[in-house]
T-cell receptor, first 112, second 111 residues
C-alpha cells in the first residue's frame, strides 16, 4: 500500500493553462506539505497544512493555491502556468512539523 | 537562504569503499535528518538525530552531529552500487516549525 500518493506522475501542458495535482496519505498524519524541486535538485517548501489549516505559506506566487478537503488530502492548483513553473512537485506528510517526513513519488510538471 | 549546505556536491567512489558526506547549518535545531533520493523518485527518510545526541547508527549508516560546529556527517560503509543516489540533510526546529533541506550530495558508487 502506497503511503503517500500523487497524481498525475507526469503533466505536460501549455503556458497559461490551469492544472491541479492531487495528493493523498494513508498514514494518519496531521501535517502535509508541498515542495518544489528545480532542475538543480534544490528542494524548497511551498506550503504546509496541519489538520486542514494552512500553517506555512512560503513566498509562492498566488497563482498557486493549496486546498485540503480533509487531513488525508492536500491538492495543489496552479493557475496561468508559466515556463518557470516547470519542476518536480513533491507532496509529503508527517505526524509533527519537524518529524520524519514521508514523500510521494513526485509529479514532473513541464510547461511548454 | 538554505539552512543546510552539503559537502561535497558530488562524490564518486568504488563499490566497497566508504562514503562520507557533510552538512552544515546556520541556526539552532531540534533535530537533523538525512534523506536519500534515487533518480526520478521521492525522498526516503534514512535517519534522524536529535540535538542532544552525538552519534547514531542504522545498518551501514553512521550519523554524527556536532551542535557546537553546527555540522553533521553521514558515513555509508562498504558502499554498494545501489547506494547511488542524492543525499540530503534536513534540519528541524530552526527558523520555524518546518524542515529545511540542504543542497544535496550526489553519490555515485561504481562497480
Amino acid at each position: 500500500d502506497t503511503a503517500v500518493s500523487q497524481t498525475p506522475k507526469y503533466l505536460v501542458t501549455q503556458m497559461g493553462n490551469d492544472k491541479s495535482i492531487k495528493c493523498e496519505q494513508n498514514l494518519g498524519h496531521d501535517t502535509m506539505y508541498w515542495y518544489k524541486q528545480d532542475s538543480k535538485k534544490f528542494l524548497k517548501i511551498m506550503f504546509s497544512y496541519n489538520n486542514k489549516e494552512l500553517i506555512i505559506n512560503e513566498t509562492v506566487p498566488n497563482r498557486f493555491s493549496p486546498k485540503s478537503p480533509d487531513k488525508a488530502h492536500l491538492n495543489l492548483h496552479i493557475n496561468s502556468l508559466e515556463l518557470g513553473d516547470s519542476a518536480v512537485y513533491f507532496c509529503a506528510s508527517s505526524q509533527d512539523q519537524t518529524d520524519t517526513q514521508y514523500f510521494g513519488p513526485g509529479t514532473r510538471l513541464t510547461v511548454l | 537562504s538554505q539552512q543546510g549546505e552539503e559537502d561535497p556536491q558530488a562524490l564518486s567512489i568504488q563499490e566497497g569503499e566508504n562514503a562520507t558526506m557533510n552538512c552544515s547549518y546556520k541556526t539552532s535545531i531540534n533535530n537533523l535528518q538525512w534523506y536519500r533520493q534515487n533518480s526520478g523518485r521521492g525522498l526516503v527518510h534514512l535517519i534522524l538525530i536529535r540535538s542532544n545526541e552525538r552519534e547514531k547508527h542504522s545498518g551501514r549508516l553512521r550519523v554524527t552531529l556536532d551542535t557546537s560546529k553546527k555540522s553533521s556527517s553521514l558515513l555509508i560503509t562498504a558502499s554498494r552500487a545501489a547506494d547511488t543516489a542524492s543525499y540530503f540533510c534536513a534540519t528541524g526546529g530552526g527558523g520555524g516549525n518546518k524542515l529545511t533541506f540542504g543542497t544535496g550530495t550526489q553519490l555515485k558508487v561504481e562497480l
